[in-house]
């Protein structure tokens, strides 16, 4: 797996690159580096790992850089990763020439993720429609699949206007 990520504006994928696309083609070829990932990942610490219809996993480790005040991880690094592998699962079921976006997401934390913690978020489809999608997802620990978090999302989901 090559890992890519934009360091530019013009580094990210042209609407021509996502629209040409199904959404697991577009997630696939972002895992395997054919195509520029987003600098999100590489500033917080995670980056998609698998893409398969209707499921997509991120491997993240939260640095010192993800800290609050009170020295734990902050809660906004915990819904950044599902709010990626949940709606990004949802990708994997949109057709070509459509795109989606977030409309809502939750988060459960269950425990505190400490600071250098190797984890694994698992995003699954619930449901893929003409115009939304569900999907839930857990952050497991990398070595041990402990549990520290839950979520779930609704995408809306739209044909791409026409330019």
């Known amino acids: 797996m090559a890992r890519r990520v934009a360091e530019a504006l013009d580094q990210l994928p042209s609407p021509e690159d996502v629209l040409s696309r199904s959404g697991l083609e577009f997630m696939r070829d972002m895992v395997a580096g054919r195509l520029a990932g987003p ?3 590489a500033t917080m610490g995670f980056w998609p790992v698998l893409a398969e219809e209707g499921r997509v996993v991120f491997d993240g480790t939260p ?5 609050n005040p009170m020295r734990g991880l902050h809660g906004g ?3 950044a990763i599902l709010d990626s592998c949940m709606a ?8 070509r020439g459509y795109v989606y976006t977030t409309l809502e ?7 505190a993720i400490p600071l250098g913690t190797a984890v694994r978020a ?3 489809v619930d449901h893929v429609g003409r115009s939304t999608g569900v999907a839930s997802g857990e952050i497991r620990g990398a070595a041990d699949d402990r549990l520290y978090a839950t979520g779930s999302t ?3 989901v739209m044909q791409a ?3």
């Not at 990004?88 to 057709?95: E, S, Y």
């Open 105 to 111: 997401y939750r988060v459960n934390i269950i425990r």
């Open 77 to 79: 690094w915990y819904g």
């Open 88 to 95: 990004c699962a949802v990708m994997t079921r949109v057709p």
């Open 63 to 67: 640095e010192f850089a993800v800290t």
């Open 39 to 41: 600098p999100i990942g």
């Open 154 to 156: 609704t995408c809306l």
């Open 161 to 163: 206007p026409r330019g």
């Open 122 to 124: 698992i995003g699954t």
